[in-house]
Each structure stands twice: as structure tokens, then as C-alpha cells.
């Protein structure tokens, strides 16, 4: 970056400091650290609780499903939207939690079960929740590391271990400044700094999405999302349910999720309890998602700016030198997560690289301070103060502790973050830490808020039911791959290609030419060939005859040519596999793309999916002799997909692989051809591994993808298939399943042990309970026809049922357009990708105007909203009492919420 662009960084880093400065003095109570005293208006909420929510990882995150799946992701997202806004609209659990007064969720328990309980759920959901934020610094750090263009070549050798001092560097640096707002004022600071950044966040947006869709040509988007396999379309939702994780299932779990767990999750709970009142905090909650609502596809049509960037041939020379940054990360998790930040700092000019540093910068410290203060005022109010049998702490010593729990979850995530290899996607990392506590917790939570007859006993039930799930669901996703791995048979050759962990393997190779290995392999390192060298692999002379055998590998190609061969000239006397050249012509013009070809000695059999895209691309070729060994039995495979081949000539003649010549990588069995490119993960097999299993005579459907392709691809727990039966146990499944069963228990033990009705009128303050200062109600005259519908009562002033009714109607119009579009797709032929195309193209534009106006109006009600914030604390009377303890009024009623 440039010297501007750092000016914009240091600039807004400077802003918020000084407004987590002027912040400190209004910080003189537990209420204040933990809640801002539960003085916030809506705006603020809306505007603050959503940054927090949508941090640099969040962000980072959803750019590396959309650079996967592409606007197909955002129909099925419509979903999710519609959901969150409906939850809103109608105070699905917000109300009533802000009914209750409870400053955390764990008090909330303990009044509705028992302190038991209370300490048990704090406990669980402290390490669900750590564990889920412990590697937002090591994403965050690499993000900024490679978008900024520093340093990664500075090593320090700290004991046993080598450390990437600039990457070591960013995680101290952001940890520290977010340690720092948090504790100079608790949620006060949380809630301005995360405002600031908010604010900034969505103005830097609008403006390098206006750019973006200046500088680039909306059919250069197209034709690059186009050249998707049969079932991945990145444009036709309806047409990319092959897209692996993030398909429309993804999405419609993930919107139960939303409705079953809402607030569930307490990553933000200092926002859940701060506002002024309950209908407050409906109405923030509401202009939460109308901020996600409107920014959602802002954030989608970055990645796919980059996708088209890095896969475009007018684009060839701007991403040249970003696909040679990303070929030099070795680990294949933190290069899919930077791929996105990577190819848009080559894509945006100076200012706008700054601007979107500096709010990504943003969006990293507002979830980091908001974390931080949830997840160590948990440990200190719910577990740490329950256990000490109810005895109060004075002021300042509750908060000495409050800051000492918030130093100890940095330390923690920081050294997670430094040891912990991440081995998934994001999402999924974050649906499986979450199962642990989420799992049961829509459950408990539903049913203690909305029922007199869920118990201490199915609460219980429900929670420890969640855990075992999680705890099995990620033990196999852990010894899954090995476990299979291990029971394969007949591999007669595997070449790791990592170079100096090459001695460790079964075969002795020469590097001819300029032939080396290098780092930014598809796992590890990889062999790297420049056109002027191979590999010859000494001791191996691959399969002769007409015996069975499967050849897979990895490749990333610059240009064609013979990545594999043996044998010698003849007709079926040789087997090369390699790269050739195919020009197709699409919108008139000529592109040359690269299809996979095997030539087995005057026959060939060639491929139709372009592997030409700077992409990893794994591919498979089998012989198996019970399905004939002519060249018209080939199977060709490619990225774990049954290839129709595109051409076959001389299909009839029979395979007769010469056995006398060594293999090699990179060159033809004539030395011509050279490969241009890198080759990872080499494997010969001396069976199929397409059609059945080791020690199995069951085939599988010839539709169905192999369990053993998928393990040669390397796919993990996620998504295999085992004698023709599908088993899909992804984390964001395992979530699902979790809901499912722990609703089940809760319900099922409730009933069998419930003694007496519990009584929610005093829990949420009704009736002969209600407080007088959490009075909201406005008009005397009774709400009738569509307002009540909608769920408005009479605490909505006429502002309110303007904005109200709004956002109603703008979430019921996308709901109708979503459900039409899915009837007529399910009823016809469904529309073109073209007509698709210009949807996302208005959709995009849309957004933009939307994102403008929302920035305007949202930024005017904030400040309106901190200057009111800091009057009402200037002058609040506190009280030292409210801390977050329970204290029960009398005997009775204890039992009773221990008996129901």
C-alpha cells in the first residue's frame, strides 16, 4: 500500500482512540462496563451491534463462499434476510429477553431454571464461544498481512518453533488496540468505537463498489461466472446444487438456524441488554437488518470482482502477478481465505485500497473489543460469581475482575490462533465450535421463554445432548480422512512432491532442467516446471498390459502440455495424460482454454472442462478390466466428477501399456511437449477405485460420486458416499441434527418431569410485576387490522409504524419475489442465465442506492443517539446493586422456577 493509503488507516485508527478516550469518564458502574446501563437508542444499536456482528472475519468469510458459489449464493441468502427481518419485526426472543432485565443470557437461565444450571451454561457456552473466536486473530492478521503486500519472509525462531514475525507482529498490534477499548469503558466504548467503525464501513463500501462497477465490464462477470461445470452455475441458483458446502441446503439450515438460535449466540451480549427499553430493542434489531438487508450484496459482489479478475483472460495481465502471490502460500485454507483480499488489492486503485483496509481494519477491532467484553464478562458474571455462593464484590474490585477474565480470553485466542491448524472453511468452523453450545441452546431458550412448562431437568437434556453431537462430529471429521486413507489398497506409487519430505516415500525420482519444488502446492509443496524440465521417477515403470489402474494427481497449468507418462510408441503400448490447447469462441470472441487428454498409443480420449484458469484441478484416469480395456472403457475424472469425454478417436483400439520405460512428470515419453505449470499428490494404483470398494462387490450408482474418488481428491468427512449411500455430516448438518434431537429431549423430559407451571409474568415483568420505567407504551387507542398483523402494539408512535411498516413491506416483496421464483423455476424450464445476469445486475445497482440512503439516514440517528446516550449517563443515578446477580423475592417462587 501507499503512503495515502496508510494515512487513511492511521486516520481512522486515530478517530476511534480518541472517541474510546472521551468514553472512560462516563464508565462508574457494573451496569455501565457490562451494558452501558441500558441507556441505547435504536439507531446506535442497529448501526453498532451489526459491525460487531459483521466483523473482518465475517466478511472474509462470506468472500470465500461467494468466490465459490457467486450470486447463486445470494438468492439462496434471500432466504435468510427474509428471516432475520421477520424475527425482527415481530421481537422473537429480543423482546422478551429485554422483558426480563437480564444482562446476560446465563442470568436469564438461572431466573428461569436455577443458578445450577446457570453455571453449568455459562461454563459451556464460555468455551463454545472461545473456541469459536480463537481463530478470528489468525485470519484477521493473514488477511492484512497479505492485502497490505507485507512482509513474509521474516522469520523468528521462538524455541522450537519458527514464527512469521509480521504475521506475529499484526495479531499483537490489533489485540492490544481492542484489549484497549475494551477496557477504557466497557460497552459505553464498544458501542461509539464499533458505531465509528460501522458508520465508516458503510460509506468506504459504497464507494469501491461504485468503482468496481465502473472499472469492470459487467460481461467480463458474466463470461468468468459462465465457465462453471453442469450443476455449480455461480449465476442460475437453481442450477448449483453440485456447489460443494455452500449450495441453497446450506442456506435453508442456516435460516432455521437464525429462527431456532436467535440470540442465542452471545458473542455480542452486551448489545443484547443496552437498550433503553424493550420496544428499543426491537426497533434496533429492526434497523440491524435493514442494514444487513441493504449492505448484503455490496459485500457479495467484491469476491466475485476478484473471481472474474483471476479468471478473465482480459484480465490475464492485471492477475498474473496475484496468482504467483497466492502459488507461494503452501497452506490450501489460508490461500482460499485471502484469495479474495489478495486479487482486489491488485483491482482497486490508491484511496480506495486505503479506505477498504482501514474499515476491514474497522470491522477486525469491533468484533474483537465486542468478543472480548462478551466473552470475559460471561466467565466472571456467570461462572466465576455463581460459584461464589452469592457474595457481592464492591465496584471496583467486579470490575478489576471483569478486565482480568477480558486479558485472559486475549491471551488465550492469541496463542489458539498461533498453534491451531485450521483444516476447514470458516463457515464450517464456526458451525461446528457453535454446535457445542447452539445445538441445545434454541431449545432451552425458546422453551423457557415461551412455555410455563419446560424444566431445569430438559434444559439439561437438551444441552448435554448438543455436546455429544458436536464432540462426535468433529472427532470424525478429524480421523475420518486418515481412518480411510489407511484401508486403501494397491497404491504402487505416491509421490508427495513436497521435496524434502520426498525421502520418507516409496519411490526414487531425478529432477531434469530447471525442475524444483516449491512452496503453494494444493497441499504442501509441489513440483514446478517451467517448460524446460521433468522429473523422472527411477524405480517405477507405471503399469503395462492391459491390467487395471488408476493415475490421479493435482495440477495447476500456465500452459499445455504432458504432465504423465510411460511407455514407448505404438499403437496401446503407451499412457501419457496431459494438457492440450482448445480455442473456443464465446460473444464472438476467441479464448484459449487448456482440456485434460489421454493418449494411450494411437488413440486418445480428451476431456471437455477447462483446467486452464490458474486453478487447482485434480485429476483421475482408470482402467478397469471388468468394464473392457479398450480406450472406449476409459473412465476420465476430473475434480471428483465423472468426465463425458468430448472427443475419442480409434475407441475400438485395445490398451497394451508398454512396462519398460521409467515414469515421468513434466515430459512426454519422446522428451517433447514440456509442461508448464505445477503438479502436487502423484498416485498409481494398481486397481479402479470408481466402481466399487476394497473388499466390496456392491457398485455404486453410476450417478452417485465414489467414496474413494472423493478421498483421492482429497475431500474430508464432509461429503462422501459409501456403497451408494450418501452420507452428508458436514458441520453445518451436524447443526440441524443437533436442533433437531435436542428439541426433542427438551420437550420429551419437560413433560415427563414437570411438577408445577412456571410463572413467566414475573420473569418478564408483566402484569402485577410490570417496572414503570420499562414502560413504552405511547396511544391508549388500540392497534387493529394490518398493524396488528404485523405485530406493531401500542408502543409504536406514528415514526415507528412508518419505518415499521416499511421494512414490512420491502421483506414481504423479496419474500414473494423469492417464492415466485422458486415455483416457476420447479414448474418450467426455468430463466435463462442471462435473464439471471441482468437480475444480479439491477439487484447490484439497487443495493448500491439503498446502501447510500441507509448510510445517510442511520449515521444522522446515531448521532443523534450518542449525544442522547451520553446525557441520560452524565445524569443516570446508579445502582451498585444492579450487577448481575438473581435475587429471589421469596421461597416460593424459588421453588417454583426449580420445579418447572
Same mark, same amino acid.
Given at each position: ?13 486515530? $478517530? ?211 465457465? /462453471? ?22 442456506? $435453508? ?387 471428483? /466428477? ?55 462387490? /456392491? ?52 413433560? $415427563? ?113 450518542? /449525544? ?33
Amino acid at each position: 500500500m501507499t503512503f495515502i493509503d496508510w494515512g487513511i488507516v492511521v486516520l481512522l485508527i486515530g $478517530l476511534m482512540t480518541w472517541a474510546a478516550w472521551h468514553t472512560t469518564r462516563y464508565n462508574r458502574s457494573v451496569a455501565d462496563f457490562l451494558a452501558a446501563n441500558r441507556c441505547a437508542g435504536r439507531y446506535i444499536m442497529g448501526v453498532s451491534d451489526g459491525i460487531a456482528n459483521v466483523g473482518a472475519i465475517s466478511i472474509i468469510m462470506v468472500w470465500e463462499m461467494y468466490y465459490r458459489a457467486g450470486f447463486s449464493v445470494a438468492w439462496w441468502a434471500l432466504v435468510m434476510l427474509v428471516v432475520q427481518v421477520i424475527v425482527a419485526l415481530t421481537g422473537w426472543i429480543a423482546y422478551r429477553y429485554r422483558q426480563s432485565r437480564a444482562l446476560t443470557l446465563a442470568q436469564l437461565l438461572e431466573m428461569r431454571y436455577n443458578k445450577s444450571f446457570r453455571i453449568f451454561c455459562g461454563f459451556v457456552l464460555f468455551i463454545s464461544g472461545t473456541l469459536n473466536f480463537g481463530i478470528f486473530p489468525a485470519v484477521g492478521a493473514k488477511f492484512f498481512q497479505h492485502f497490505c503486500g507485507l512482509p513474509k519472509d521474516i522469520i523468528w525462531q521462538v524455541g522450537p518453533m519458527e514464527v512469521d514475525a509480521v504475521y506475529l507482529s499484526i495479531m499483537l498490534a490489533l489485540l492490544a488496540i481492542s484489549l484497549y477499548f475494551t477496557f477504557a469503558g466497557g460497552q459505553i466504548t464498544v458501542m461509539i468505537t464499533d458505531f465509528i467503525q460501522g458508520t465508516t464501513f458503510n460509506i468506504a463500501l459504497c464507494l469501491v463498489i461504485v468503482f468496481v462497477m465502473w472499472k469492470m465490464p459487467w460481461a467480463d462477470i458474466m463470461d468468468s461466472l459462465s465457465n /462453471k461445470a453442469a450443476g455449480e452455475s455461480m449465476i442460475h441458483p437453481f442450477r448449483s446444487a453440485k456447489t460443494e458446502d455452500y449450495n441453497y441446503s446450506f442456506y $435453508l439450515i442456516q435460516a432455521l438456524i437464525i429462527f431456532w438460535t436467535f440470540m442465542a449466540w452471545q458473542g455480542a451480549q452486551g448489545y443484547f441488554a443496552a437498550a433503553k427499553n424493550a420496544h428499543e430493542a426491537r426497533m434496533g434489531r429492526v434497523m440491524g437488518n435493514w442494514r444487513i438487508l441493504t449492505q448484503q450484496m455490496l459485500v457479495l459482489i467484491l469476491p466475485i470482482a476478484a473471481y472474474t479478475m483471476l479468471h478473465n483472460p482480459n484480465w490475464a495481465d492485471m492477475a498474473a502477478g496475484a496468482h504467483q502471490e497466492l502459488n507461494q502460500i503452501g497452506n490450501e485454507t489460508i490461500r482460499t481465505q485471502v484469495t479474495t483480499s489478495v486479487g482486489l488489492r491488485y483491482l482497486l486503485p490508491v484511496g480506495l485500497t486505503g479506505a477498504l483496509s482501514a474499515v476491514l481494519l474497522a470491522a477486525f477491532i469491533s468484533t474483537h473489543d465486542t468478543y472480548l467484553h462478551s466473552w470475559g464478562s460471561i466467565f466472571i458474571q456467570d461462572v466465576v460469581l455463581p460459584l461464589r455462593g452469592g457474595k457481592p464484590l464492591d465496584k471496583k474490585t467486579h470490575m478489576r475482575w471483569l478486565r482480568y477474565a477480558i486479558f485472559g480470553v486475549a491471551i488465550f485466542i492469541f496463542l489458539f490462533s498461533l498453534f491451531f491448524s485450521q483444516n476447514d472453511t470458516i463457515a464450517m468452523y464456526f458451525a461446528l465450535t457453535g454446535t457445542i453450545w447452539l445445538g441445545g441452546a434454541g431449545a432451552v431458550i425458546v422453551g423457557g421463554l415461551y412455555t410455563r412448562w419446560g424444566t431445569t431437568a430438559g434444559a439439561y437434556a437438551a444441552v448435554f445432548g448438543a455436546i455429544i453431537i458436536a464432540v462426535t462430529i468433529f472427532t470424525c471429521q478429524r480421523i475420518w480422512p486418515d481412518l480411510y486413507h489407511t484401508v486403501e489398497k494397491g497404491r504402487v506409487s505416491y509421490l508427495q512432491l513436497d521435496g524434502a519430505n520426498e525421502s520418507e516415500l516409496n519411490s526414487k525420482y531425478n529432477l531434469e532442467g530447471s525442475a524444483e519444488f516449491v512452496q503453494g502446492g494444493r497441499f504442501d509443496g509441489a513440483l514446478e516446471l517451467d517448460g524446460k524440465g521433468y522429473l523422472t521417477v527411477d524405480d517405477f515403470e507405471g503399469i503395462g498390459g492391459t491390467d487395471a489402474r488408476t493415475v490421479s494427481y493435482w495440477i495447476n497449468v500456465e500452459k499445455p502440455g504432458t504432465v504423465l507418462s510411460w511407455g514407448r510408441e505404438g499403437d496401446g503400448k503407451q499412457w501419457t495424460m496431459s494438457v492440450v490447447r482448445r480455442v473456443a469462441t464465446e460473444a464472438g470472441k476467441e479464448i484459449e482454454t487448456g482440456v485434460v487428454r489421454l493418449d494411450v498409443g494411437g488413440a486418445t480420449v480428451t476431456g471437455n472442462l477447462n483446467v486452464m484458469d490458474g486453478a487447482w484441478h485434480h485429476v483421475a484416469a482408470v482402467v478397469d478390466e471388468n468394464r473392457g480395456t479398450t480406450v472406449d472403457d476409459l473412465e476420465l475424472w476430473i475434480d471428483g /466428477k465423472f468426465q463425458e469425454r468430448s472427443k475419442i478417436e480409434n475407441a475400438e483400439l485395445a490398451i497394451d501399456t508398454a512396462g519398460d520405460t521409467p515414469v515421468r512428470l513434466g515430459t512426454g515419453i519422446d522428451g517433447q511437449a514440456a509442461f508448464e505449470g505445477m503438479i502436487d499428490e502423484v498416485s498409481v494404483y494398481n486397481r479402479p477405485v470408481t466402481r466399487k470398494l476394497p473388499d466390496s462387490d /456392491k457398485a455404486e450408482p453410476e450417478e452417485s460420486l465414489h467414496f474413494e474418488m472423493d478421498i483421492l481428491k482429497g475431500l474430508e468427512f464432509q461429503k462422501v458416499s459409501f456403497a451408494g449411500m450418501k452420507l452428508t455430516v458436514n458441520s453445518q448438518w451436524g447443526m440441524l441434527y443437533a436442533m433437531v434431537s435436542t428439541a426433542i429431549l427438551y420437550t420429551v423430559v419437560s413433560l $415427563l418431569t414437570m411438577k408445577k407451571k412456571f410463572n413467566l409474568d414475573k420473569l418478564l415483568h408483566r402484569g402485577k410485576y410490570a417496572l414503570a420505567e420499562d414502560e413504552t407504551q405511547v396511544t391508549d387507542e388500540p392497534v387493529k387490522g394490518l398493524g396488528t398483523l404485523i405485530g406493531m402494539g401500542k408502543d409504536f408512535d406514528l415514526k415507528d409504524k412508518i419505518v415499521y411498516s416499511s421494512i414490512t413491506g420491502w421483506s414481504v416483496v423479496w419474500g414473494i419475489v423469492f417464492i415466485a421464483g422458486w415455483i416457476h423455476n420447479a414448474n418450467t424450464e426455468g430463466f435463462s442465465e442471462s435473464t439471471w445476469g441482468k437480475f444480479w445486475q439491477f439487484y447490484v445497482w439497487l443495493s448500491v442506492v439503498l446502501g447510500v440512503i441507509t448510510t445517510v439516514w442511520f449515521t444522522i440517528g446515531g448521532i443523534k443517539d450518542a /449525544k442522547d446516550l451520553f446525557r441520560t449517563l452524565e445524569t443516570k443515578v446508579r445502582n451498585d446493586a444492579d450487577d448481575g446477580s438473581v435475587s429471589h423475592a421469596d421461597e416460593d417462587d424459588e421453588d417454583e422456577g426449580e420445579a418447572a
